[in-house]
């Protein structure tokens, strides 16, 4: 591409999300909302209904890049986040993925080393590069103020779903693995973390401004396993990250976390973390805002419920701990029973907040 054909895009730093990540805290607060494009929405269904499964909707980059519009045309969030999932990673290294309707994620549970060593980057340029894809849309489609995230699971959390072969509230397969023979988990973190790096250098080359990496199920660990496969896989992926794209912001949301937030905070290099509905204000307070960017966490619940509650809360997240730099997020994922309409009450009073 030549400078004369080169899309013209602002400048990264003119998105006005990303200035948080130069210390800035702004007056309203940023926002925008995990699993934003999703069930929730009419427009969201019709197009799924369009692409056949779940993972075709993943890879197919026209209709992917849709829906990742959708609630940005709706609601005008401060930034997207690309449509894909975390589980496209395992479908990458030859775990084949299904989605269930109704029951979520299946895969062939992996519990040996020699299935580790089978697992291969060999076959996953096509998946990679066809999310890749779909960010270079977005990119071109996007309003230019509008930030662009790319995302992948952490290590732990993709490790669960492939060691246990679907979700589970305990994550006892990947547990008991993990203290039954360290090794074979070790080995599984160590494909994770290659592949998870060369899935976010392809969409950080294709545009995307700022990465999160989504550890759902870190809540489920004890002390010493949550430094062994929490914090030190995502320090190693945060690094090999910074080394390539230094100037890329990355938000790290360990759920569950509850304690072990701040350490994670100071050891892991990620710029920001993501804090899930349980953490109280005054931890976060206390403990990351004004050391690190503070991303979150109003209970995606009190989205469902509406009403006046829903104004009281947001503004009390919001000027809490907006003093310091903050973006404004639930903390977890929008569920499919939320009427839309509460989605634009809660960025109306976010957006009326007065600057402090
Ligand atoms: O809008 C966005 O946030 C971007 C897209 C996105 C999806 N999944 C789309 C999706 C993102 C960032 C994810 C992350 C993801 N995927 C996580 C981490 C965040 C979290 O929720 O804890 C996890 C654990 C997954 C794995 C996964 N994908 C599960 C367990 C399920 C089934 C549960 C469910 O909600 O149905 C999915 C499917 C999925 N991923 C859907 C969407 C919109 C629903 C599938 C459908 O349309 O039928």
Redesign the pocket.
Known sequence: MTDSTRPKTPPKRARRLMSVFDGQALSPPPIWL??????YLPE?RAT?AKAGG?LD?CYSPALAAEV?LQ?IRRYGFDAA???????VVPDALGRAVR?V?GE??RLDPLTTGGEVAKLSLAGSGRVFTTVAETVQRLRQDLPGDTALIG?C?APW?VAT?MIGGQ?SSDQAAARGLAYRDPQTVQALMDVLVEASVAYLDGQVRAGADLL?I?D??AGSLPEDEFDRWVITPTKRLAAEMKRRHPHVPIIG?P?GAGVHAARFARETGVDAVGCDTAMPLHQIRSTLSGKTVVQGNLDPLLLVAGGQRLDEQARKIATTLGVNPFIFNLG??IV?ETPPENVARLVAAVRDIKPL
Do not use: K
């Open positions: 995990m699993r934003q494009a999703g069930r969201y799924r779940f909707l990742t609630p986040i690309l449509f894909s999932d975390i589980l989605f309707e979520g994620p995302f699971g959390t779903y979700g999160q989504f759902s199920w949301f759920r977890h994922g499919p």
